[in-house]
């Protein structure tokens, strides 16, 4: 089991199933969506940026904020609280790694489902890592893509220290 704190069942990586899955996200997607994502990021290309009649098509990069990584809902959803939202010792869990699978455009109009799950865990050169799929489907039940996003739940001992973990003279002793 996770460990306890406070009545808090912790998320950490021994307690992590593949499988495991949240609850799903629903976004509308809309020309005032759209538009103010381009701005947020950046971008200035006029075609993001149309009058409130034009139905704009959304750059492939939204789909990370109509479809976002839910790390914490899936902790909830199987009992658990994230690491990050950890009334004690809360710690992160820092991404790795991001892959992307684009299957269709979507734009003004669409409805985006999306769901995240645990898809693998595994530990390399003593470092223990979780890859999450976020999988994001429109009105129609088509598939408008799909991403896999790993974190690193614990460093290897020696390697990266953790905010709010002891020194390496503190650990020593």
Same mark, same amino acid.
């Given at each position: 089991?996770?460990?306890?704190?406070?009545?808090?069942?912790?998320?950490?990586?021994? *307690?992590?199933?593949?499988?495991?899955? @949240? =609850?799903?996200? &629903?976004?509308?997607?809309?020309?005032?969506? $759209?538009? /103010? #994502?381009?701005?947020?990021?950046?971008?200035?290309?006029p075609v993001y940026r149309s009058g409130?009649?034009?139905?704009?098509?959304?750059?492939?990069?939204?789909?990370?904020?109509?479809?976002?990584?839910?790390?914490?809902?899936?902790?909830?959803?199987?009992?658990?609280?994230?690491?990050?939202?950890?009334?004690?010792?809360?710690?992160?869990?820092?991404?790795?790694?991001?892959? *992307?699978?684009?299957?269709?455009?979507? @734009? =003004?109009?669409? &409805?985006?489902?999306?769901?995240?799950?645990? $898809?693998? /865990? #595994?530990?390399?050169?003593?470092?223990?890592?979780?890859?999450?799929?976020?999988?994001?489907?429109?009105?129609?039940?088509?598939?408008?893509?799909?991403?896999?996003y790993t974190n690193i739940f614990e460093?290897?001992?020696?390697?990266?220290?953790?905010?709010?973990?002891?020194?390496?003279?503190?650990?020593?002793?």
């Amino acid at each position: 089991m996770g460990v306890e704190t406070s009545q808090e069942k912790r998320w950490e990586y021994d *307690v992590v199933e593949v499988g495991q899955t @949240g =609850a799903p996200f &629903t976004v509308e997607v809309t020309n005032d969506l $759209i538009s /103010k #994502y381009a701005e947020r990021v950046r971008n200035p290309n006029p075609v993001y940026r149309s009058g409130p009649d034009d139905d704009l098509t959304a750059m492939p990069t939204m789909l990370i904020a109509v479809a976002p990584l839910r790390r914490f809902s899936i902790a909830e959803a199987n009992g658990f609280v994230a690491l990050e939202l950890a009334s004690e010792s809360p710690r992160q869990t820092p991404f790795a790694k991001c892959e *992307v699978r684009w299957k269709r455009p979507f @734009g =003004a109009g669409d &409805t985006i489902t999306s769901v995240c799950s645990v $898809i693998d /865990k #595994y530990e390399r050169r003593g470092s223990k890592f979780v890859t999450f799929r976020v999988e994001a489907r429109n009105q129609h039940d088509e598939m408008v893509a799909e991403y896999d996003y790993t974190n690193i739940f614990e460093y290897a001992r020696g390697q990266k220290p953790v905010a709010g973990a002891a020194s390496g003279e503190e650990q020593a002793k």
